[in-house]
């Protein structure tokens, strides 16, 4: 499970923006700033009417720069920037823009071999998932697996296995990969039963949390009408405003995934 630290959201920043080629002017393990391109000025900037300005003029385009802060309390310089945590809206915006840009990969490990001796790379499937427990309240967590294509054996912590490797789109010279054994789709289907798994081994005490809220706040309004003998519309509202409030969920979203050959 990718839990809910500012390391591994600095590593899903540093990887987002690396895929989407926009260049790193300045990092630390605790923050990124980052050169815009044009088209992710675009898609996350909200500046529609200087777009259209710089596009009807003919005028010199300037995508703009961004400071993402992951960790805030370990920054040991005073440096402005947008605060960024799991549930937070650049994150969630960041994740949206993965999902459209067509989020699954097929990559390669790039292990340098010039020995002429071919490598064999082994496939995996990859996919990252965000669960998120809703009411009144919002927990979120990422969970990153991977599965051996070959074997079945399944890595938590897939994302940040392969952060650490150099990967490219195209195979490497001297280097052979194995033909997948379990079929991507089928590999999908069992990490999808993994994550069901996984949320039912959850801790849900918050369910019966958001009920006892639901409860105390019914009370309150029952209270308010007691000596109402015909209760009006906004009792209606009110109440079935409570009830939704308090609504219990849990959603499931893939956010991006691939095939990997590795060795």
Known sequence: MISLYPKQIQQYLRT???ETNCPIVQESDHHLMVQLTIDMDKRIMNRPFYWSYVESTGGEPKPAQLTLISDKNRMGLNIPGEI????SPRLNQLFQVAKERGAFVQLFEDVGNQSGVQTVLTPWLGVNYKITYSSDRTKEMLYSLGMNLMTGAIMDGFQEAVNELKL????????????????????????EKLVDDLIVQDDHTWVEEAKGRRERDL??????YK???ERPESYEMEKKAIEEQYETKIKVDVINGGLFYVR
Do not use: S
């Open 16 to 18: 987002f923006f690396t």
């Open 84 to 87: 960024v945590h799991y549930g």
């Open 168 to 191: 490219e789109a195209a195979i490497p010279p001297n280097t052979f990969y194995l033909p997948y054994i379990i079929k991507p789709l089928r590999a999908m289907e069992r990490l």
């Open 219 to 224: 009370q309150v309004l029952e209270y308010f």
């Open 227 to 229: 000596d109402i003998e």
